[in-house]
């Protein structure tokens, strides 16, 4: 009677709890989470860089080479498109940003990507805007209008 008694208590204090999983099989070999658990970021403490810009029916890709950002900073944000730097408040909500008008740099830019992006920043990134975070990947969307970016 006293060995099933200690057996009980014993069981009573295991650190494995029954309701979490334990990161083992049945048979105790490891496991990985399944793919949809990756880990989303979050939008502030990172820079994100701009992969391709969505306008209607029309996708352009960044050369690799091109470094347009976005960095968020609790209520601002801080651009840069490749050519000019700029910046400007920013009201985040679940699925919302809403920025504030936007101060830049006003250098000229002679490449073609660089004024997509101009366009395309000033296009999107003005008043309310939606915005999807999927993994490492951030979508801004505005009417038929997208940014694409990426967290480096």
Not at 69 to 83: A, D, E, I, P, W
Not at 96 to 108: A, D, I, K, Q, R
Not at 130 to 151: C, H, N, P, Q
């Amino acid at each position: 009677m006293l060995l099933i008694a200690l057996m009980l208590a014993a069981a009573g204090c295991s650190t494995e709890s029954q309701d979490e999983p334990s990161g083992e099989d049945a048979a105790g070999a490891p496991t990985s989470p399944a793919p949809d658990a990756r880990r989303t970021l979050d939008l502030t403490g990172n820079t994100w860089r701009l992969e391709r810009i969505v306008d209607g029916d029309d996708a352009t890709q960044l050369p690799g080479r091109a470094s347009a950002t976005l960095v968020f900073n609790k209520k601002r944000v801080q651009t840069h498109s490749g050519c000019n730097s700029g910046g400007g408040s920013v009201k985040v909500s679940d699925e919302t940003l809403t920025f504030g008008p936007l101060m830049s740099t006003l250098m000229g830019c002679p490449e073609k990507w660089k004024q997509q992006v101009e366009a395309a920043y000033g296009d999107v990134l003005r008043g309310a805007a939606d915005y999807v975070i999927d993994g490492d990947r951030l979508t801004i969307s505005k009417a038929d209008s997208s940014l694409e970016f990426v967290a480096r």
